[in-house]
Nanobody
Framework: QVELVESGGGSVQSGGSLILSCQAS????????MGWFRHIPGKEREGVAG???????SYADSVKGRFTISNDNAKNTLYLQMKSLTPEDTAMYYC???????????????WGQGTQVTVSS
């Protein structure tokens, strides 16, 4: 069983930045594949960024060049650095984990509870 706890969400003005964190426990973190997803009510969950156990990353086209996913294996923590935020980035953000590399597909086994990001114009 993997437990994931996100933090770092909040409200920011358009053009601003935020860093989301996801603390993992309950499994050998370095062997996990991880992802960040976001959900807007009424829309499907969207894969934002993924990172596999070798550190290879993938990004949705909508966030390429603005978001960066990274791992700190020593701290069992996943990060999502978000820059140049726009109101369209407003959503609940979730981290996810699995032993398989699902990249941006919402097939991960383990999910956090989410952290809200709100970007105002």
């Amino acid at each position: 069983q993997v437990e994931l706890v996100e933090s770092g969400g909040g409200s920011v003005q358009s053009g601003g930045s935020l860093i989301l964190s996801c603390q993992a426990s309950g499994y050998t973190y370095s062997s996990l594949c991880m992802g960040w997803f976001r959900h807007i009510p009424g829309k499907e969950r969207e894969g934002v960024a993924g990172i596999d156990s070798d550190g290879r990353t993938s990004y949705a086209d909508s966030v390429k060049g603005r978001f960066t996913i990274s791992n700190d294996n020593a701290k069992n923590t996943l990060y999502l650095q978000m820059k140049s935020l726009t109101p369209e980035d407003t959503a609940m953000y979730y981290c996810a984990a699995d032993r398989r590399d699902w990249q941006l597909l919402p097939e991960y086994t383990y999910w956090g509870q989410g952290t809200q990001v709100t970007v105002s114009s």
